[in-house]
């Protein structure tokens, strides 16, 4: 079956960090592109983060830059959000996504894991 | 990186159709064809519906329909069904090889 299972969420204090990981099952991970979206509470989706399929492109949202890195381990089937100078703003649900091949859209999604920041 | 701009709600009798609108600019939604919809019930996780403007996945019904003018792309429910109430977001590649996604819609099935 193809997965995506998220872990790494929990309660941070702002300016805090936290490192999200997405373990991917059931496809040749090195072949896709992947994605981190997140949903805050009773929000829309917004796309955080992308990366090819080798990590040489990256791309993020602009409320994010300079704080987050998204990184993969191709040997372990992961993908990584490292987020830094986390603030109340980042408060959401992390999905993971995974790039439908040669489309620019989202076929398969984990079922997420809650950042929480707060004091 | 303004979200997509989309109607917050749509509703329908059973058996009527509903459209979705989608609205962005040319430096997304009318700069390429890489619109793609989702529907997301409560709880779960976001479904790929449409994907490309108008091609389905498969095992999406085809009472699901995508297509696109200008910088305004359409998702139509035909045959609406009580497990179509849900909400349905659009997203676009953008010319910043970013994705930005739409406000979402919420469809309630009357």
């Known amino acids: 079956e193809v997965q995506l299972v998220e872990s790494g969420g929990g309660v941070v204090r702002p300016g805090g960090s936290l490192r999200l990981s997405c373990a991917a099952s059931?496809?040749?991970?090195?072949?896709?592109?992947l994605s981190w979206v997140r949903q805050a509470p009773g929000k829309g989706l917004e796309w955080v983060s992308g990366?090819?399929?080798?990590?040489?492109?990256?791309g993020y949202v602009d409320s994010v830059k300079g704080r987050f890195t998204i990184s993969r381990d191709n040997a372990k089937n992961t993908l990584y959000l490292q987020m830094k100078s986390l603030r109340a703003e980042d408060t959401a649900l992390y999905h993971c996504?995974?790039?439908?091949?040669?489309?620019?859209?989202?076929?398969?999604w984990g079922q997420g894991t809650m950042v929480s920041v707060s004091s | 990186q303004s979200a997509l701009t989309q109607p917050a709600s749509v509703s329908g009798s059973p058996g009527q159709s509903i459209t979705i609108s989608c609205t962005g600019t040319s430096s997304d939604v009318g700069g390429y064809n890489f619109v793609s919809w989702y529907q997301q019930h409560p709880g779960k996780a976001p479904k790929l519906m449409i994907f490309?403007?108008?091609n389905r996945p498969s095992g999406v019904s085809n009472r699901f329909s995508g297509s696109k003018s200008g910088n305004t792309a359409s998702l139509t429910i035909s045959g609406l069904q009580a497990e179509d109430e849900a909400d349905y977001y659009c997203?676009?590649?953008?010319?910043?090889?970013?994705?930005?996604f739409g406000t979402g819609t919420r469809v309630t099935v009357l």
């Open positions: 059931g496809f040749t991970f090195d072949d896709f592109a």
């Open positions: 997203s676009s590649y953008t010319s910043r090889s970013t994705r930005v």
């Open positions: 990366i090819n399929w080798n990590g040489g492109s990256t």
């Open positions: 996504a995974r790039d439908q091949y040669l489309s620019e859209a989202f076929d398969i």
């Open positions: 490309d403007v108008s």
